[in-house]
């Protein structure tokens, strides 16, 4: 079991930076793929970024490449989303996944791949 818990949600205008944070705890906790996905109101959830266990190894979807970054500690068992010059279809709640492995460059984009997640996070951009 991993526990996932994300902080760092607010309200920002249109044009400022937030950075999520997302905890994870339990067995295998320090041993995952993880990623962010997004679900704004009346839409399917979707993917945001990914990163391998390693940290070597990312991918975003093209609605956020070059205005968010994603990373982690794995000391601290954190997965962090920055995002920058956000946009009002920015918002959404956000969710951090987790899915155990042994390799150290894989991600996953597919939610369906993730067993893991986290309740997820309220992120507000207004214009």
């Known amino acids: 079991q991993v526990q996932l818990v994300e902080s760092g949600g607010g309200l920002v205008q249109a044009g400022g930076s937030l950075r999520l944070s997302c905890a994870a705890s339990g067995r295998s906790s320090n041993t995952c793929r993880l990623g962010w996905f997004r679900q704004a109101p009346g839409k399917e959830r979707e993917f945001v970024a990914a990163i391998s266990w390693s940290g070597r190894n990312t991918a975003y979807a093209d609605s956020v490449k070059g205005r968010f970054t994603i990373s982690r500690d794995n000391a601290k068992n954190t997965v962090y989303l920055q995002m920058n010059s956000l946009k009002p279809e920015d918002t959404a709640v956000y969710y951090c996944?987790?899915?155990?492995?042994?390799?150290?460059?894989?991600?996953?984009?597919?939610?369906?791949?993730?067993?893991?997640w986290g309740q997820g996070t309220q992120v507000t951009v207004s214009s």
């Open positions: 996944a987790a899915s155990p492995t042994y390799s150290g460059t894989s991600y996953y984009t597919d939610k369906a791949m993730y067993d893991y």
